[in-house]
């Protein structure tokens, strides 16, 4: 009978022990999560550079994420200067596109920027996107550049406005959410304006304010918090949106006190 | 734009699960009774048993179905006709009782010692809308110091216990059957229940079926979307397992359809609960133990409402709701000396709510929400009574109750609907309460008895309390949001009751007198927060607001004028008010029920006045209106027909015989109540 018991215990045990097969995680990257744009050299200062996007790219904010190696020493680059420049080529006119600036420290590895998209590639135009590198191991520039395809898939989230004061051309897009869900989402919105067809500086002075409201229903949400202007021209608070369905988000541009545009945003929220 | 069925909480087709359950049901009775036969009999023990769970206590009230007014009438208007109860009406069916005052998560509902939660946010399916008359053995309002027994509550616990099969080797089938009809709503009532039994075992099969079209009121007008159908089976078996011992055994299952809401903005297309249970008792056998009882139980209840029906609604939707509940409990009542007797009543329950909103907009996206977010309550409590019989004139009693609540909001979207309010994450809020009481009953004379009651009671908030979502009241037209941060509500409640009787003439009277503190109420909350429901007022949120004052008495009559002349009269008033001296919403005034019967109980006349005062303490801010007095009329006439030795019994009478355009104080919208109804019951029992 012992003998069976110990048997059985050592079925048993074994049983066990063999179920337990799960593999040791594989170290992770940031980059897997992420779509690997374009790969280039910006040849004359010595440097590869990898673009990755954590989606395709489409009219309105993109976030951007660059990689860059030393393509002489192999060595990954952790301090850059970059500078981009989106030029829509549309045959007979050119024109660029607003950007938030590249952070000059790589965060695992990554730096990061954005680009606001105001139309899509197609029969129009294409896009491309050049990206300037100041590599200050060797302190030499270089650029080069990438074509990139941008879809109409997020033209809900941007708009262009004229100010009534003073005909300013406004470009205001929605950073996140992307997709807005029920609950608490974090609000940043960029605003920027047009000196010249290739010049999108930030546009400082303005304060933004928004009534997320269901049309439909006629109700909008409490405890919102209304954005505040903070670097690089990114204005960051709270929208919160307390059931499924399609919301609107009004937006007042406001110059000291006074209302010098508006507009609204039309989302779609899903649970 | 009906709610699927494939939901949680409801998969595949009803109809056909419940066969099944009940195939299932039957053949365990079977082997039950299989096994049976092995077993002795002791006749005079299975009485005891039988009777045993039946305390007559005349200080107490305990209505043994004196409320029936005729053969084929609803729960609610046996509820109704009770003095210290009050219904609040939304439609012709489905009531919502209170007690002296009190209502929803101030009450207890218990149904045999088991809870059982409605599905519906806006309380259109209470526990007594699951339920018929012919489940029913005995009707019982506690509002004493014991009041907290099935369950910690300030304002009392409404009882509703079930009938049993009844064990009987001389009488092994006995059959009841009662069909009626009435006019108003072309109203046509089933009702049948058959008893089996063998000697050590029997099995009881009840069932009602309920069609009603929409009633005409005093004056000719139809109410619209008033009609109701249901129906509801039940099936109880038990077995002597021992002499001292039964097993039983209850499956009930009851389904509502088609149910119109006039007074609120939806109908409900299915109200469906089943509810099983599973019982051990054991009797007074041994010593001084006089009995355990134990249960355990699950219950689940679906309600879906929708608007389909209505042609003009400002946006479609669909409101299905679950709830479902599993619990088990010991009862232990225990003898210790003939002075000295100890009831202890340990409980486990765990409650599942879930309901959701969708609206339909003419276009774009369908939008969604949970009014109540998924969450589950597991509460764990127990109930110890200690009592003393000084001598045969002096009986006092002390009950303790204690519970721990917990509660957790489990789905994402929930807690993430709940930040956008409150900015917050409690979504595990943990109550406990306490009971304390004490009651004294006192034998004055041979004909007076007198008892005087003291509580001290804590009751946790409910789910609506805490989870609730936009939940709109029709009634002040704002839209309710929960609290998880509420805190215990508190009730002191102090009664007196006297009890003068003789052989022709019985009188009982109370009197009470309530404080509660941290009473739980929805208060305004700042124009910030916009209503969900279309041209709803505003927006409340569920607070404990001061503290507020219940008082208030009842009489009842019970009289033998002369021979074959009985008189029965209550009466009633409350009276509720916060300390800042405006009205505690939904009470009733003063109302009195009077009636003279003539005649036996098979071979009567019976006249009937129901009467109210005006009602001028209401309260404005709760979108309360004055209405005005009213007494309606009824004539009820008992005959028996006797076919060879078949007896039929023939109930004929006129409900509101004068026509009368009135409506009780706590109905909603304003809808007036049916008019003139002539009704005619036909009952055979064998």
Redesign the interface.
Known sequence: MKNFIAFIICVTVIFFVGCDNSDPEPAKSVTDSMLKVSEGYAVGAAVKIEMYVKSPFKVGYNNVYFKLTDSTSGGVIDDSHIHLYPEMDMGTMKHGAPVVEVDHKAVDGLFSGAVVFSMPSGDMGKWNLIIEVHNHKNDKESSTSFEVNVSNAGSNLFKTITTLDDSTKLYLAIAEPQNP????NELTMSLHYQKDAFSFPKANGYTLQFEPT?P????????NVQPIDGLKGLHSGRV???????WRMDVKVLKGTDEVAKTYFEL?VS? | MLATDNEEGFRGKPSLTIVIKLSVFLLLFLIIEALSQHFVTSDTLRERICLSEIEVDHLRTKDTLHSKAHASVSTDDMLGRMPELGMIRRGAFAMEPTIRGYSTSQINVNIDGMRIHGACTDKMDPATSYVEPINLDHIQVQTQADASRYGSSTGGTLYLGLRQPIINRDKPVSIQYTTGYGSNAQAWNQTGALNLSKSKSALRISGVYRQAQPYVAGGGERILYSGYGKYNVMLSAKHLVTNCSYLKADVLIDEGRNIGYPALLMDVSRAQSQVYALEHFYGPCIGNLQHVKTKIYFNNVHHIMDDSKRPNVSIRMDMPGWSNTIGTFAELAWSIHPKHYLQIRPEWVRHYSKAEMTMYPSQGAAMYMLTWPDNVRWQLGSFVQYSYTANSNNKVDFSVRVDEVRNQVFSEFGIRQMEVLLQSQDAKPIHWSLHLGALWEHQWSSKLRFSYSISYNERPPGATELFGFFIYNVLDGYDLIGNPKLRTEKSVRNSVTCLWYSSIFQLQTSVYYDKINDFIIGRTLSSDFSPMTLGANGVRMFVNHSSGNMAGFESKILAKVVKNIQFNHTLRYQKGWFDDGSNIPLIAPLRSINTLKYGSNSRSIVLESEWSAWRRRVNQEYGEKSTPSFVVVHLRANYPIFIKTHKLQLGVGVENMLDTKYREHLDWGGIPRPGRNIYANLSYAW
């Open positions: 869900k029920v609950g608490i269901m439909s229903m006629g109700h909008g949400s409490p405890n919160n949106f307390s059931m499924t369905g399609d779609n649970n």
